[in-house]
């Protein structure tokens, strides 16, 4: 052949992205996101008492005893999963949620079983005060002793919260956990809790924030399976609006000037756009994502009617919040989707 036949054989499409996507093998290499059970946290939900019950909104989550958190902690290790984020149901709530910071606690139970089993698992607890207070909400309530005139009734107290919280963040240091993770959306939360953990020794303990937590309704089932409603109004007060992006940026450089170690953004799945501008504005901090109880249901509730097929459409969620920018990701599918990757 000729150069010039050549040239007249020659499609017009130069471009062809499908060669790439020709064989598994080919699309194997180029793929950019790789999900892995490292990456995941997978909470769990301790109470008093014996034996486990299922949270009626989350088919597959269960309120644990101490001793199930512990089964299901080696359930975590054996699929791959090292990491298991705490929140707990105490026994009574009051105003400030004494058990929050009782040796005897529930959390402080678990972390001490979980640790003692599994020494090499890593134990995150969430630390805020809606599971504890009688109220549900995430701080101390201006009313009573505590009232300050210039604020609503009711309204939550950021700098009285705080001193609970880093009560809180030292009494779970003490108990073993690894990581600490102020849920509350407390202005001055990390410094205080950093502040507190450093006196009381715990200068290498990190703080993962909650930085950029948006008011959600996305959190629906989780205020069942912890039972944390707000008994009246809502958390509109200290939680972000929905509506606003550049406001995450402010939250994270807060948190980060405070010397928080890592950063979360959450919800994870209508809020990928945030993950990526956080991620992007502050790559030297790892940082997770929360995939929440509302994401979780959802998925939950069309695969029992048959209309999504649950590991797939999960494993692609799971890739999608890894492609938009985090580093873990916190999700009560973990353990199954850690069992889909390996098989
Ligand atoms: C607060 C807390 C909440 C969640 C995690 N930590 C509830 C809230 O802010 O109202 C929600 C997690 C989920 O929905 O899965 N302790």
């Known amino acids: 052949m000729t150069l010039l036949e050549i040239e ?3 499609s017009k499409i130069v471009n062809r992205p499908r060669r790439l996507r020709a ?3 080919i699309r194997a290499m ?4 790789e999900l892995n059970a490292r990456d995941f946290i997978y909470p769990l939900f301790v109470r008093h008492g014996q034996g486990r019950s299922e949270i009626r909104s989350m088919p597959g989550v269960y309120q644990l005893s101490v001793e199930e958190s512990v089964r299901e902690a080696e359930a975590a290790i054996r699929s791959g999963v090292n990491a298991v984020v705490l929140f707990g149901i105490p026994k009574a709530k009051d105003p400030i949620g004494l058990e929050n910071f009782s040796e005897d606690g529930i959390v402080q139970q678990a972390i001490r079983a979980i640790k003692k089993e599994f020494p090499e698992m890593v134990v995150v607890t969430d630390v805020c005060l809606c599971e504890y207070t009688d109220h549900g909400h995430c701080g101390i309530l201006n009313t009573g002793e505590h009232f300050h005139r210039g604020l609503p009734e009711g309204y939550v107290l950021n700098d009285e919260t705080l001193d609970v919280l880093a009560k809180v963040a030292i009494s779970h240091a ?3 956990a690894d990581i600490i993770a102020p ?14 953990l450093d006196f009381a020794g715990y200068e290498n303990l990190p703080i993962l924030s909650y930085a950029v937590k948006y008011a959600s309704s996305f959190y629906g089932p989780f205020r ?3 039972e944390g409603a707000p008994k009246f109004g809502d958390r509109k007060s200290h939680q ?5 992006v550049c406001e995450a940026l402010r ?5 980060v000037d405070e010397g928080a170690d890592m950063l979360m953004v959450k919800p994870a799945l209508a809020y990928l756009d945030v993950i990526r501008v956080v991620k992007d504005a502050f790559p030297e901090l790892p940082m997770a994502a929360y995939n929440v109880s509302g994401e979780y249901s959802m998925i939950k509730a069309a695969a029992q009617n048959g209309w999504v097929d649950e590991e797939k459409v999960t494993l692609e969620t799971l890739t999608a919040i890894k492609r938009a920018g985090a580093d873990l990701i916190i999700t009560y599918h973990a353990v199954d989707a850690a069992r889909w990757l390996s098989a």
Request: charged content about 25%.
């Open 30 to 33: 180029v793929r950019e996101t």
């Open 23 to 25: 064989t598994p093998a």
């Open 174 to 176: 003490e108990c073993g």
């Open 8 to 10: 007249n054989r020659q």
């Open 224 to 226: 069942d399976a912890a």
């Open 251 to 255: 939250e994270a450089a807060i948190d």
């Open 183 to 196: 849920s509350g959306m407390m202005d001055g939360m990390v410094s205080t809790i950093r502040a507190g």
């Open 240 to 244: 972000m609006d929905p509506a606003n």
